[in-house]
């Protein structure tokens, strides 16, 4: 038992430094309020299948980001949806550096985009592996009473 108090300590320190260092945002606590016993690993799936479909997104702005001329209104399009995405589950950092790259879109400053997309992905790699740790982490200190709010 004293086992599960310390791994559950020990998660409720990383989820808190999650938001501390600015990767997510309220989002992800709204998630974590619709999760109960008969959904137990419900923001873990929701998670799950961002990443899922959002794989598809940032290869389409890959091969957008290829091309010349460069299609603003396309590539504003893939980052709108992937922002949409991405700002529901509360990736605040990913969320950040797409408005940013919608920003250069509008301005149609390809070099922008192309540097800005360079972090958007950094940013989505880097919260890819906090949560899939933090997940991992949290099946092994089992079920969490009641989710609570950053501070």
Known sequence: MAERNQLRRQLA????????????????????ELQ???????????VTLFYRDSTRLILSIDQALDKNPLDFTTLDSYMHQF???????????VKKESTQFREYCRAG??????????QVKKEYATLKKKLETYFQFARQAGPIEVARRPK
């Open 109 to 118: 400053n390809g070099e922008g985009c192309k540097r800005t997309f360079q």
């Open 83 to 93: 922002k949409g995405s991405s700002s529901s589950i509360g990736a605040k950092k």
């Open 36 to 46: 109960d016993d008969t959904n137990p690993n419900f923001v873990e799936e929701v």
């Open 13 to 32: 320190h990383m989820r808190q430094s999650l938001f501390d260092q600015g990767f997510l945002d309220e989002q992800f606590v709204q998630l974590e």
